[in-house]
Structure formats: structure tokens, C-alpha cells
């Protein structure tokens, strides 16, 4: 019995060896082992602890990822969620990193922005077949059986995404994206509200402290001469539930600094948004500089050339929808400014809008002092705004 009984015990080692997640830190010592991640040509040195997170022994199961051919799904059992819950939650988010080992390489070392649970997903595969075979051993499942579930998970996904079941957001949801738009500088009213209403509330030679300690600090701010205007827009999520016509915005005039006038701006039949659909993880980290829409003097041109962009650790490439993130985001100066401003080509969406917009990259070239004006960025981006040309 005890060649057997050997035999055994060196199955469970190797199943236990196939995979496992722990700290990356920043400098070799005792129970550390250093480690070498490719990224195409480039190669970075990282320096892990020996001591697992969790392990294959903890994974509850394992699926190729329906959006991500190159990537796998793993979920944890409860104990396993339970020591990578702890485990991320000391971490330093967006800072500390953890490194997906599997049979002894690094295939990823991912920085932990936020607190992790049972869920998470191995990237840098070599596409499905590895992830398929990885998902096979870490799971015990049958390669067959494990790609009919994949066929089955990938129709869902599909089936979600074509069709997608309304979700809406509860109020302390709703709390946090108020404070998450307060941030970037983006602020609405928090109900619709009538034109009765409005004349209740508001009266003549009124300040502008006086209108904001009411209904907030506006969408927008827009000031000629003397006059002054306030706008104030329903948030997507307090729109009715039901189709019915309605004031969605308004707008407070001040002249001399005093509530003079104020009107309905647009009507609409809109329904409450519901929740967005859960978007494949992005490969970008976004750098925002600070941003106040609600303030009369802010400058979109200088927003957008100090926006900064970089991939996260281990991704050698935006995912499609980054890059129509980063194109909604250069569309910003069309609509707010006059069409002879310009625009710096060096800055970092341009860049990495360049090489997948031929239009951008040509206009690029015939702008000899480097800086392209929102006509011809315009002209550039239109057919894929407009036209629904696609990106790649």
C-alpha cells in the first residue's frame, strides 16, 4: 500500500502546484522568490512571496471566459473567498499587486484596485485551447465537458448582451455614483420637477447661493455679459418609470446676480436608465485631471491633453471597448468649443487613438505645428461617431 499511498500524495502536490495567486513585494528575502513576466519583447522582473493566497485546492470551479478567448474564469470556494477577501482587503489598492502563478510562471501580476472576493480571471493565455486544458486541471472536469459548459456560457452571455434584463439602481447605489460623478465635476437634480414647482420655489432677485441651496450645484454654467445662466438637469436615474411627458431640465437666469427669469429647457418622454451591463474589464488605467462642468471657466481643450493613459501591468493592448471610451472622451471638445481651437497631437488620446484611426493618423501628419484644430478632428472622428465606422 505505500506505493500507492506515495502516489497519492504526489497527485494532490502537483493538483495543489497548477495554480496559485500571491504577493508580489518589492524586494528579494527569505520565503521570496523572484520571477520574470514577459509582455512581447518586453520582460519585467518581480519579486513574490512563496506563501499562497489561495491555491488550486481552494478554486470551486473554472471556465474559459465568454468575452476574452485568451483569459479563464475562476471562482473560489467559500473558504477560498473568504482568504483572498482578507488578503486584498489589507492591500493598498491601486498600488499592491498580486501574481496569478500557474504551473510555476507568471502569466499575470494585476495591481488590486478594489477588495476581491470569490471571483477572478486569468489573462495571458495562450487563446482557448490553454484556457480550455488550465480549466480542465484546475477544475478535475473533462476538457468535454468543460466546452459544452463554455458553449452554454458563452450563449448566455451573448443572450444578456442582445437582451439585456433591466436592473435599477437602489438608493445607496444611486449615492455612490452621485459622489462618483460629484468628483468629475458632473451634478443633477435628483427629481423631475414641474413648471408649478419651479414657480413655488423660485423667486426673483433670488442669489445664486439661494438656487444651489435648493436644487444643488448645476449641470452647467453659462455667462454673457451681465446675464448669467444656471442649468439643472434630471438625473437619468429619477426619470419616470413609466413613459410620460416631462420637464427633464430647466434653466435659472440671473442678471446683476439676481434671479431674473426661469423656463423649461427640454421636455422628453424618458424612462428611468437602468444599471449598465457588466463591460468586459478594461486594460487601461485612467488619469483624469480635475474637472468642474458646473464651473464657467472650464477648460475641455486642457482637460483633454492632460488626460492620462497607460496599460495596466501585464496588458500589451487596449480592449475594444477602451478604445471607445478614449474616442467618447476626445468627441468632448467638438461639442463645447469653437471650431479654430486646437488641440495637442502629442497628448496621450490622441496617441492611443492614433494607429486605429487612419483619419486622425493623416491629419496628424499635415499638421506641421503639432496641434490639431476641433474642425479637423471633426473631420476625423465623424465617420465613427456618425457613421458607425468601427475601430478595428
Known amino acids: 500500500m505505500k506505493p500507492l499511498f506515495l502516489l497519492l500524495i504526489l497527485s494532490l502536490t502537483a493538483h495543489s502546484e497548477i495554480l496559485r495567486l500571491s504577493h508580489v513585494v518589492p524586494e ?25 493566497i489561495v491555491t488550486t485546492a481552494d478554486v470551486a470551479g473554472a471556465y474559459p471566459t465568454p468575452e476574452r478567448e485568451n ?23 491601486g498600488i499592491d499587486r498580486i ?31 490553454e484556457a480550455l486544458k488550465l480549466a480542465s486541471r484546475i477544475s478535475g472536469k473533462s476538457e468535454e465537458e468543460i466546452a459544452k459548459i463554455t458553449a452554454k456560457n458563452k450563449k448566455l452571455a451573448l443572450e444578456q448582451l442582445l437582451h439585456p434584463e433591466p436592473s435599477f439602481h437602489t ?20 427629481r423631475v420637477y414641474t413648471e408649478a414647482e419651479l414657480d413655488q420655489l423660485l423667486k426673483k432677485g433670488m442669489s445664486e447661493a439661494d438656487v444651489i441651496a435648493i436644487f444643488g450645484k448645476p449641470h452647467s454654467i453659462a455667462s454673457k455679459e451681465e446675464t448669467k445662466e444656471l442649468t439643472f438637469v434630471t438625473a437619468p436615474e429619477k426619470h419616470p418609470a413609466k413613459k410620460e411627458y416631462h420637464m427633464n431640465s430647466f434653466i435659472v437666469e440671473f442678471t446683476s446676480d439676481k434671479v431674473s427669469h426661469w423656463r423649461a429647457f427640454a421636455w422628453s418622454e424618458r424612462t428611468q436608465e437602468p444599471k449598465r451591463a457588466q463591460r468586459i474589464p478594461d486594460n487601461l488605467i485612467h488619469k483624469a485631471p480635475p474637472i468642474d462642468l458646473s464651473s464657467d471657466d472650464f477648460d475641455i481643450i486642457a482637460f483633454v491633453e492632460k488626460y492620462e493613459i497607460s496599460l495596466k501591468p501585464g496588458e500589451t493592448t487596449p480592449t475594444n471597448s477602451d478604445y471607445y471610451d478614449l474616442l467618447g472622451t476626445l468627441w468632448l471638445p467638438t461639442i463645447t468649443e469653437d471650431d479654430d481651437k486646437t ?13 486605429i484611426i487612419p483619419e486622425l493618423a493623416a491629419t496628424i501628419k499635415n499638421t506641421p505645428n503639432g496641434r490639431i484644430s476641433v ?14 465606422k468601427p475601430l478595428k
Open 28 to 52: 528579494a528575502g527569505e520565503g521570496i522568490t523572484r520571477f520574470e513576466i514577459s509582455y512581447g519583447e518586453l520582460k519585467e522582473l518581480i519579486f513574490v512571496k512563496d506563501q499562497p
Open 99 to 129: 501574481a496569478i502563478i500557474v504551473d510555476g510562471k507568471v502569466k499575470s501580476a494585476p495591481i488590486v484596485n478594489e477588495t476581491l472576493s470569490k471571483n477572478f480571471e486569468i489573462s495571458g493565455l495562450n487563446g482557448p485551447d
Open 343 to 355: 488641440i495637442d497631437s502629442k497628448c496621450d488620446l490622441i496617441t492611443f487613438l492614433k494607429p
Open 171 to 190: 438608493h445607496e447605489e444611486y449615492k455612490l455614483l452621485k459622489a462618483e460623478r460629484a468628483k468629475m465635476g458632473m451634478y443633477y437634480v435628483d
Open 375 to 388: 474642425a479637423n478632428l471633426i473631420t476625423a472622428l465623424s465617420p465613427y461617431i456618425y457613421e458607425g
Open 71 to 93: 483569459s479563464l474564469s475562476v471562482s473560489l470556494s467559500d473558504e477560498g473567498g473568504k482568504k483572498m477577501f482578507e488578503a486584498t482587503k489589507a492591500m493598498r489598492h
